[in-house]
């Protein structure tokens, strides 16, 4: 998400469901960069690392332990073994926020709207009825060409049902010829560019 703001890209990309903005309950306080527990208590920041079992950047925010000494939340909160309230939270928590806004915004029910009635159903129809479930090839040329041939495929037999459609009605208007001339020709154009790459599977 920072790559693709720095590049002026709007993005409407949920989630993924290991994100945590933050324990639940707790209030994220951005101006001093810290966390208010439910009782009010300040879970302040303490350092950057990487996470080397998911290889992503956090941050780390940890109270002391005198706070949560008598705090009537202490066994619910930290367990029977911590002594003082300690998580991490990812390091680009501002921009998955941003994001999570556009996602739930108007246009971003509108543009998921869209995805599913669009990309969705090609990338279903490729994987479970035509074979794209795994690229069986070696380098990223070979898969390049598999990706070609597919969408060529996936495109035939979409202007075969037009095509089938036009016989019945005994004739083809002039939009559906271009658009199976738009279709097909980019798609067709692209496999002889890379028509010199081995073919052996």
Known sequence: MPFSEERGLKSFIPPHGTYKGGPDGFQYIGEHDHYLCPKGKVIPFTKVFDDYRTGTKKKEYRARKHVCTDCPLRRSCLGKSAQEKKFSVTYYREEYERNIARVESPQGRYMKGKRQGTVEPVFGTLTQFMGLRK????????????????????????????DQKRAESGVMTPALARWAKSALEPLFGAFVKHRNLDFRF
């Not at 598999?146 to 049902?161: P, R």
């Open 135 to 162: 690229i069986n090839t070696i380098g990223l040329g070979q898969a390049n060409k598999v990706m070609h041939l597919s969408a060529i495929a996936y495109n035939l037999k979409k202007y075969l049902k037009f």
